[in-house]
């Protein structure tokens, strides 16, 4: 299994897909072929090592010994699969993986984690009615952190939302005449273009885009590859990591902006969406295939999205200054008494550089997509 | 010196005077006697040892051998005094510390810190030249943490201010409708007693003394004796503590206040500083031998005090939860632009519960008071 998991970290983390590994091994252990999935539109994982041994439809002249139903040669008696995430059971742009392990003539599946999607979940149940032995489990916590937005994504039914913010100690965002460059420092800066690059989507709303006028992409030093680097998403092996991928920018309102925004550069795809509903916004990047969403402001667009209860988990630089004056961290929450106080949950605290960074989680728990999708139960 | 320390522990950790402990032994390295100050009008760690060595008034009938001045007998030749601050050279209630020595026959003194005061300065200096051996900086550091704001302060020549402030990550001191009790938890507002405990005045607005109706007492559970919690203050030994002492409140500002606020009440003494001028209210509170002032604001005051660049220590209490509306930590600084930014370096960050303690000191270093009293050179 860690070796599966090592081979699904080649995979691109950020993408519609989640990254998987599969090793399929003889019955005495030796392995047979291996495979990860290169993201949506490329084969499984699991497809991608049946490939790798000889039973996909490069594998040469029709063989001579049981076939498959593509007319490939079938796997040795026994065989083993070890697969980091559960085998679809659904057709998408490729065929059901529990169907074609079985058809491979496959004897025991080895999981670790279970499929969180009601929509491809229920291949070990289509395994185990084919008579197939069926572990789930191994090492399960390992790839859940490898899928840790498309997971979680999963669960709520809608992209998870991590609200951006950065502002002195007295929760200035600018000083008094809009100036903002920089209140924070170069590590804190940097870091903001690591964990951009964890997301699918960089949403700010047209009153930033208008102010700041960001370009809104990933800027990592050229030493460093565009790798995820939140600790708990493992960086891919730099030999095989994918070309850096640019999140989506998305600009939410119905404000005009000028054909001349940065954000309208060739650097990156850019949408506007002309809403101020924060969860159709996250409809419309769900259906796009985004798990994770980097919300950068402004105080308005975050307020929306706090009021709603669709922020998942903030991520505060804090710099140790203050201002006196200038626009707030947050818009009007709504919060008229000390008895409605929007309490958060201190996950993480990180110095960079002169500054803090703060990672933070609703003390409540989140709050699902409405109506709610009905998450496959953990561990089913 | 070790035990000088620990003697000079004893004493009380607030006081006008510093703490200080002193061992004479005789030219064997055996101890003669020991002392440390009790406070403010009470014999000097020194003259404390002389008198437990017999070398004091109450030491019995004239001796028959060599006396000091005050017809006392004089220390056996050869003594050596270990004091944990340089002997004083000035005459307040008590005499001179090192005509005493001189007097008392010593032959070497050996110091840890030197006197930080230009007024009660230059005793190793006068020991010199009376021909004593003097050494000086054993366990300077250790002996300077014992009495860090008296130090301080006689460096900056006024009191060392401490501004607490405590928000949520928003920067809000209250909700929309005023309302703040509780922004932060149970731990941290105990916290906060523990700092006022180091304090020799707790300060407020009256802004503040009226919105909010603050008692300013340090209230501490029983078991916990009111012993300074800053981790470089040792607590005394539980055994021979002082009595808790309540720091001087004080509040600040020309409003009139009812004759029935809790700062009013039999806890501790009041004053009124009817001014507006931070720089008055510190040569006020030095003139009363304060070393260490606990600003508790409200924003106003504490504006006037970082605009006056006389804040030593931020002490922040952040809450992880947001408010959107409501007062601000700070008023108005006078910072217009981002160039004008109010930087401070972070010195350290506790966890409380689930709050955090920032602890911050100026970016650009302390600011004396003007005109500057020239301090003594350190290791002089």
Redesign the interface.
């Known amino acids: 299994m860690r070796r599966a998991l090592d081979l699904a970290a080649r995979g691109p983390a950020v993408d519609p897909n989640p990254r998987v590994g599969c090793v399929l091994l003889d019955r005495d252990g030796r392995t047979l072929g291996e495979g990860f999935h290169q993201g949506a539109g490329s084969p499984h994982a699991e497809v991608a090592a049946l490939l790798d041994a000889g039973c996909g439809p490069a594998a040469g002249p029709r063989p001579s010994g049981p076939v498959t139903r593509a007319g490939m040669p079938r796997l040795p008696a026994g065989a083993t699969a070890v697969v980091t995430l559960e085998p679809c059971n659904h057709t998408g742009r490729t065929g059901p993986c529990a169907e074609a392990l079985l058809d491979a003539g496959i004897a025991r599946v080895v999981i670790a984690q279970s499929d969180p999607t009601p929509l491809a979940s229920g291949g070990a149940e289509r395994l185990r009615a084919a008579r197939v032995e069926v572990v789930t489990g191994l090492l399960e916590s390992e790839a859940t952190v490898l899928n840790r937005w498309f997971t979680a994504s999963a669960r709520l039914g809608r992209p998870v939302v991590t609200l951006k913010?950065a502002?002195?100690?007295?929760?200035?965002v600018?000083?008094?005449?809009g100036?903002?460059?920089?209140?924070t420092g170069g590590p804190a800066r940097l870091d903001v273009h690591r964990q951009r690059a964890t997301a699918g989507a960089i949403v700010v709303g047209t009153g930033t885009a208008l102010a700041d006028d960001p370009q809104l992409t990933v800027r990592l030093p050229a030493a460093e590859p565009a790798a995820p680097a939140v600790e708990s998403d493992p960086a891919p092996d730099a030999a095989t990591a994918p070309t850096p991928r640019q999140p989506l920018r998305v600009v939410v309102g119905t404000r005009e902006l000028p054909a001349s925004a940065r954000m309208f550069d060739d650097a990156a795809e850019t949408i506007s969406l002309r809403t101020h509903d924060p969860a159709e916004v996250l409809r419309l990047l769900s259906d796009r295939g985004i798990h994770h969403v980097w919300l950068e402001g402004g105080p308005t667009l975050a307020?929306a999205f706090?009021r709603a209860g669709l922020v998942d988990r903030?991520v505060?630089y804090l710099a140790?200054?203050?201002?006196?004056?200038g626009p707030?961290?947050?818009?009007?929450?709504?919060?008229?008494?000390?008895?409605?106080?929007?309490?958060?949950?201190?996950e993480d605290?990180t110095?960079l550089g002169?500054d803090?960074r703060?990672t933070?989680v609703p003390?409540a728990g989140p709050t699902p997509a409405t109506p709610a999708t009905p998450a496959t139960p953990e561990g089913a």
Chains 1, 2 share one sequence.
């Open positions: 913010l502002s002195t100690l007295d929760g200035r600018a000083a008094a005449d100036t903002s460059q920089w209140i307020a706090l903030l505060h140790p200054a203050l201002l006196g004056a707030s961290l947050v818009g009007d929450l709504g919060i008229g008494s000390i008895d409605s106080i929007d309490r958060w949950h201190l605290v110095h002169d803090l703060l933070l003390a």
